[in-house]
């Protein structure tokens, strides 16, 4: 059985120094205070209603029976949600050039048997509202926390049967828009049992003013889940007729029990660099898991008249 904790390569250092500086930002770390305000909003992209801990040392991650090591780097410290009135102030900004990287700082590796696990976290780099990075990057961490603990309770769960199974956990990101401002980080999870599932989960920042743009936050009021709604199933018909391999569930049409009726008001998204807007639904929410993941192109000019302003959406 192999269980690895490790850096990247672009941070494999001397082991000594990688401890002395992973200590030195707990330390540092520990004496910053998280923004209620950016927890609450940060903390609904996880689960709703839950409250996310603190930060913990990452040799806290595993159980102490089956971990090596742990190195965090995390940035420090909070932010402002995004309003109607601030979003329309912000096209009056001028473009600059923000560096900010998103590195895979952490990568965790379990093998034994036919039980395998691949988690790589993402971390920022370079916002210089330090209490959004530190959170931001607090939330990845106690994601794929979680994302073990799970794994490993399983595993468990199946050794205890004489035929025990195959179990696989696969994780990590893509950057999906990293441009003067606009940063989209989609995280994936791929669960392998028999058969697989993928889930993915999108984080929207606003680089120049260093918010987290949510989808309620673009437009004017709700009448974007309607109208964003009837373009996607317009969108599915089209690709439908234009490829009969293709297959989507929409409600109100033969043989598509709990079909596709109506976008989440929270629903999954991402902007591209050319400022469209993408709505993602995970596999099996639209159509056949040989899907995969389902992405719609929203054309602005169908949005345009509720869109807060063009800042974001162009």
């Known amino acids: 059985m192999i269980i690895e904790v490790k850096p990247m390569n672009k941070y494999k250092a001397d082991e000594t120094h990688n401890e002395q500086l992973t200590n030195q930002l707990l330390e540092h770390m520990n004496t910053i205070e998280i923004p209620k305000e950016l927890d609450s909003l940060v903390n609904a992209a996880i689960e709703k209603g839950k409250k996310t801990e603190r930060m913990i040392i990452m040799k806290k991650w595993i159980r102490n029976s089956t971990a090596t090591a742990a190195a ?107 441009n003067d401002q606009i940063l989209s980080i989609a995280r994936y999870v791929v669960n392998t049992v028999g058969s697989s599932s993928t889930t993915m989960t999108y984080d929207t920042i ?59 008001a929270d629903q999954s998204f991402y902007i591209t660099d050319q400022g469209k807007l993408v709505i993602s639904f995970d596999k099996y929410i639209v159509g056949p898991g040989s899907m995969g993941i389902q992405e719609f192109e929203i054309p602005t000019d169908t949005i345009q008249d509720i869109l807060v302003s063009n800042t974001y959406i162009k």
């Not at 900010?100 to 952490?106: E, G, H, L, N, P």
């Not at 120049?208 to 437009?219: G, H």
């Not at 007729?241 to 598509?256: C, F, K, R, T, V």
């Open 72 to 178: 965090i780097i995390v940035g420090f410290v909070g932010a402002t949600n995004l309003s109607p009135t601030f979003a329309k102030s912000l096209s009056d900004i001028p473009v600059v050039n923000t560096l900010v990287k998103v590195v895979s700082f952490i990568q965790f590796d379990y093998h034994e048997d036919t039980y395998e696990a691949t988690i790589d976290t993402p971390v920022l780099e370079g916002l210089t509202n330090e209490k959004l990075e530190a959170t931001l990057n607090q939330k990845y961490l106690e994601e794929n926390k979680k994302l073990y603990e799970q794994f490993e309770k399983d595993v468990a769960d199946m050794k205890s049967f004489e035929e025990g199974g195959h179990l696989g956990v696969d994780s990590g990101f893509e950057i999906k828009t990293n």
């Open 206 to 264: 606003d680089k120049q003013n260093e918010i987290i743009i949510t989808l309620p936050s673009l437009f004017k009021d709700d009448s974007y889940i309607e109208i964003i709604s009837e373009n996607i199933k317009e969108q599915m018909r089209t690709k439908r007729a234009a490829d009969s391999n293709l297959m989507y569930w929409i409600a109100g049409e033969p043989d598509a029990i709990d079909g596709f009726d109506r976008i989440l």
